[in-house]
């Protein structure tokens, strides 16, 4: 080994750190977790991690390196699979060259010479965060190519007491769900090949110990930022160790690698808390502010939307539009959303993509005159695209039938009437790009609500070859260059809700559509999955119609609108069809989003432990001066009365004012169908002070409430 190549390095976060050791020829993770003080040194570390020879086993242990072998002995599962004409497929690469700048960051480089193959490992931690970045990049320095199956961006060893899984399954308008699993020995996998990030298999997992809850705990966190297919795995060993790796899942024969060419994997997001798991999505948070966003929430605050879907489908007609945003406008929306059917052709989701060309025998005069009456009204103007679909009834589709994705002579999986279009081919991103850049370029509109509404479910290129890693790429590359272009515009993921949500798409865009449904307590449950990792300024969230369309469960305006405070707060819904409560209810929550999104949209968000008919969120400011705490009752609670409801994250010495923010009070209306005796009970407590430590360790006992309901409280320090 070089006498250039240290023994270990330390990269230090604010609360943990992470051990490399170099001293076995492979670079190895021997410890990560809670930081480490000068008084533990790298030796020491080494000597405690020293094993026994296990019976029957080899009795010189394979290593556990950041990208595991077969080549090496490893019996686990490889963390880079490949093969070419001779024994390409038994790499063993070992380390040549460490370049480390600071305490932050290190890259390594490896080398098999043999196969005259190159791995490249880069390691960074944020120290504000802990989060720590890594990924790895494979090189071919020969001649002949190299069929690439499978790179990890990291093998990451998690310790044994860390026994408890949470991840992440749902569907479609049903987002996110957690999924507790308990270590076994064996594999825990999860693959995705739906060619978008998907709404089954989200790239994230949480590995934590037994007692571990949102307030106390080890808690270790893994996301894989890529908007493609997707491979996570946490493994127990026979021998008692355990690890994850994630990375991208490549098809056959989808990335060979001929002389001099490289692969990069995604990105690996990990992190460490011993806090709990409110701590680590914090951690996560305050990641993806500082590095990911380029959302100036200092310069701008995020706007109030009206989005039309829900309110009128397809059924456009300008007269109409103009109505709603008078209507939009008197409730304080600040960003009016046209969605699906603006274009020609586009009177169901049969017909019309791919034709972006305003329809006229709708539009006369363009879009112009919506645009303009929705700006006369101090509104921004946002407009709806699917830009990597076509319908076979479109006139693109009729002049280029062969710019899609597929497989010949498969027949093509019908899918919501509509095809993918092969963006690798450079015909269709410059088409792509030539009429998003000419729409934004001849109209005002200030946001983009990009949304993909289908599967890849035969990713054939015009080459006949699998194409999801190529089309992904050449997906962030229009993006980027749409962003290049139009700097201002913003651009909202959307994939028939939240099958696009991922690091990767994140660092082009500046909102995620969480979910179509907007039915209000089945989005409690999708919000409290997308929290883990996204803050709630990311997360858009609407009031939607009094019945929900989807689940067709009907719910009050109160139980409605206090869902949507902890996101990026909107409403979708015909507002014609509101009644003069309702509207004031609506109207209420929107001044009290405006009141305090600035603190939603920066503070640290807690989730309260509640029994499982009850959800709360909590968000606290960074100095701990002024919080918000949501209570929402799903079912009938299982005693007479409810529990206390304990807040979390406050300054235990500090003095705070409680105030029932809500339901409102406005003149002799209340929800009084929610809250049973809410007048006799509440007020007793409104308007008073109280400790911090007396407010998280006893807490505040509820009223009686009924089913689908909410209460809101804010907090307030006293001098």
């Not at 807690?606 to 009752?633: I, Q």
Request: glycine residues 8%; charged residues 25%; negative net charge.
């Amino acid at each position: 080994m070089s006498k250039n190549i240290p023994d270990f390095v330390r990269l230090e976060g604010k609360q943990s750190s992470m051990v490399l050791a170099f001293n076995r020829g492979a670079p190895q993770v021997i410890y990560w977790g809670k930081k480490l003080s000068a008084a533990t040194n790298n030796d020491m570390l080494t000597t405690l991690r020293i094993r026994q020879e296990v019976p029957a086993s080899p009795t010189r242990e394979a290593k556990r390196s950041l990208t595991t072998t077969t080549g090496e002995g490893f019996s686990g599962n490889p963390g880079l699979k490949l093969f070419g004409d001779a024994s390409q497929w038994a790499v063993a690469p070992t380390i040549v060259d460490v370049q480390q700048d600071d305490s932050t960051s290190v890259t390594i480089h490896n080398l098999d010479k043999t196969r005259e193959i190159k791995v490249i490992h880069r390691v960074r931690i944020d120290f504000e965060s802990d989060v720590i970045v890594l990924s790895s990049e494979v090189v071919n320095l020969g001649d002949a190519d190299i069929n690439l199956e499978w790179c990890t961006a990291a093998t990451l060893p998690v310790p044994e007491y860390t026994n408890q899984i949470l991840g992440f399954e749902g569907h479609w308008a049903g987002e996110f769900h957690e999924q507790h699993v308990e270590q076994f020995f064996g594999s825990y996998l999860r693959e995705n090949r739906r060619g978008r990030t998907s709404h089954d298999a989200f790239p994230g997992l949480i590995i934590t110990s037994k007692t571990c809850d949102q307030q106390q705990g080890d808690a270790y966190g893994f996301h894989l930022g890529w908007s493609g297919n997707h491979r996570l795995l946490s493994e127990k060993m026979a021998d008692g160790r355990a690890f994850v790796q994630m990375g991208e899942l490549l098809l056959p024969g989808e990335v060979t690698l001929h002389t001099n060419d490289s692969y990069h994997s995604p990105k690996l997001y990990a992190s460490f808390s011993s806090k709990g798991l409110s701590a680590l999505s914090q951690q996560y948070h305050r990641y993806v502010r500082k590095n990911l966003l380029k959302y100036n929430a200092a310069e701008k605050l995020r706007p109030v939307h009206y989005n039309t879907w829900e309110g009128i489908y397809f059924d456009h007609d300008v007269d109409t539009l103009k109505d709603l945003a008078d209507r939009a406008a008197q409730l304080g929306v600040e960003r009016f959303v046209l969605d699906d059917g603006w274009f020609i052709g586009r009177h169901n989701d049969k017909a019309g993509l791919g034709d972006w060309y305003v329809d006229e025998s709708i539009y006369p005069q363009g879009l112009t005159p919506v645009i303009e009456h929705v700006n006369d009204l101090g509104m921004e103007f946002g407009l709806w695209f699917e830009p990597e679909m076509v319908n076979p009834d479109s006139n693109l589709f009729r002049e280029h039938p062969d710019w899609i994705l597929s497989t010949p002579p498969n027949e093509d999986v019908g899918f919501r009437n509509q095809l993918v279009l092969d963006l690798t081919r450079q015909e269709v991103f410059d088409y792509l790009y030539e009429r998003l850049d000419c729409l934004l370029s001849e109209n005002n509109i200030a946001y983009i609500k990009w949304d993909m509404n289908r599967d890849i479910n035969q990713p054939g290129d015009q080459y006949f070859k699998p194409a999801v890693h190529r089309q992904t790429k050449a997906l962030y590359a229009l993006l980027d260059a749409v962003k290049k272009a139009h700097p201002n515009v913003e651009i909202e993921s959307c994939s028939s809700g939240g099958a696009r949500a991922d690091y990767g798409v994140l660092e082009r865009t500046d909102r995620v559509w969480t979910s179509d449904s907007n039915d209000a307590l089945e989005r409690l449950k999708i919000q409290k999955g997308f929290s883990y990792f996204f803050p709630s300024e990311l997360m858009g969230s609407h009031v939607g119609p009094r019945d929900c369309h989807i689940t067709h469960r009907n719910l009050t305006m109160s139980m409605r609108a206090s869902v949507v405070l902890f996101g990026h707060m909107g409403m979708e819904m015909d507002l014609r069809e509101l009644t003069d409560e309702e509207k004031v209810e609506l109207k209420a929550m929107v001044d009290l989003y405006k009141q305090h999104r600035a603190l939603i949209h920066s503070g640290d968000m807690v989730r309260l432990s509640l029994p499982d008919y009850a959800m709360g969120t909590g968000v606290v400011s960074a100095d701990k001066n002024e919080a918000l705490f949501s209570y929402s009752l799903i079912r009938s609670h299982t005693s007479g009365l409810p529990d206390q409801i304990r807040f979390s994250g406050l300054d235990p010495h500090k003095i705070y004012k409680l105030h029932v923010v809500w339901p409102i009070r406005s003149g002799d209306f209340w929800p009084k169908s929610s809250i049973s005796n809410f007048e006799t009970n509440l007020p007793k407590i409104d308007g008073q002070c109280f400790s911090g430590e007396a407010l998280m360790q006893l807490g505040k006992q509820l009223p009686r409430l009924v089913p689908n309901s909410s209460l809101i409280y804010h907090l307030l320090e006293q001098a």
